[in-house]
């Protein structure tokens, strides 16, 4: 495949620049109705007015199925704390703002949270006595329809030169509890080395939302489970110490 460059590269897809595309093409193990039901979802989102990359058409590239969508030009929020730490406080509020325009949106036809973390659970090796722990704690979450990214955190969020603001990566975009949202960014911060911006944040997020710290924390032993799931052993003494809160 021969497009202008590579954006970013992961085990099972690759994102390229070409023209004024961005294209996600998948490895061979992810299926048409996969990536189709990936780019249905996108479209939803985009239907609610948010502002992302709209999506142009999903192809064969030699054999793999991909997504064609606007490339967007900008500067994340993540490269803009490092390049100007002194406006990192002031970048954090603009990424939870962020975070809580997609809380404010709806569509009754996203997959529904509860029934992903119930196939996460069960996908994992752990014990049966945890798992029914982790079920139970599931089974006693307050129940929402908000709009939730998913896997939200300061990278793919871009800034533009004309200042606005795009949300990228939908892959993981589902209906629910904005507390298991806001879970799942903090957890991606600790993972990424960063706890003190990571309790900034969780800090910064109960206050503008007015919601409980607990609120959050709760969710955390199931956000933990299912990152386990991509089997990265260099995060599993983090993820573990999580998920061995089910109990507490």
């Given at each position: ?13 690759i ?16 299926s ?6 990936e ?5 939803r ?19 793999k199925w991909?997504?064609v969508?606007?490339f967007?030009?900008g500067?994340?929020i ?11 406080d002031?970048l ?6 962020v ?10 036809y ?15 090796s ?11 704690r599931?089974?006693?979450?307050p ?5 939730l ?8 969020v871009i ?6 603001i795009y949300?990228l990566d ?19 911060f600790?993972i990424k080395?960063?706890?003190e ?9 109960c206050?503008?939302?007015?919601m ?11 956000v933990?489970?299912a990152?386990s ?17 089910v109990n507490d």
């Amino acid at each position: 495949m021969q497009f202008d460059k590579i954006v970013s590269k992961r085990r099972d897809r690759i994102v390229y620049k070409n023209g004024e595309d961005c294209i996600k093409v998948f490895d061979n193990k992810y299926s048409k109705v996969i990536v189709l039901s990936e780019a249905l979802n996108q479209a939803r989102v985009e239907a609610t007015g948010l502002n992302i990359p709209h999506i142009k058409q999903v192809a064969e590239f030699e054999g793999k199925w991909g997504i064609v969508s606007d490339f967007i030009e900008g500067q994340s929020i993540e490269a803009a704390m490092r390049e100007v730490p002194e406006e990192k406080d002031k970048l954090l509020d603009k990424f939870i703002d962020v975070q809580m325009s997609i809380h404010a949106k709806r569509d009754s036809y996203l997959t529904k949270l509860t029934d992903k973390v119930h196939r996460k659970i069960n996908q994992c090796s752990l014990e049966d006595d945890t798992k029914l722990e982790l079920y139970t704690r599931l089974e006693s979450m307050p129940r929402y329809s908000n709009m939730l990214h998913g896997d939200l955190d300061p990278s793919n969020v871009i800034v533009n030169e004309d200042g606005e603001i795009y949300i990228l990566d939908w892959s993981h975009v589902t209906q629910g509890n904005p507390a298991h949202d806001v879970a799942r960014t903090y957890l991606l911060f600790l993972i990424k080395g960063q706890k003190e911006l990571g309790e900034k944040y969780l800090k910064r997020f109960c206050e503008k939302a007015g919601m409980e710290k607990n609120q959050i924390l709760r969710w955390m032993p199931l956000v933990a489970v299912a990152q386990s799931l991509n089997g990265n052993q260099e995060e599993w003494p983090l993820l573990k110490s999580w998920i061995d809160q089910v109990n507490d």
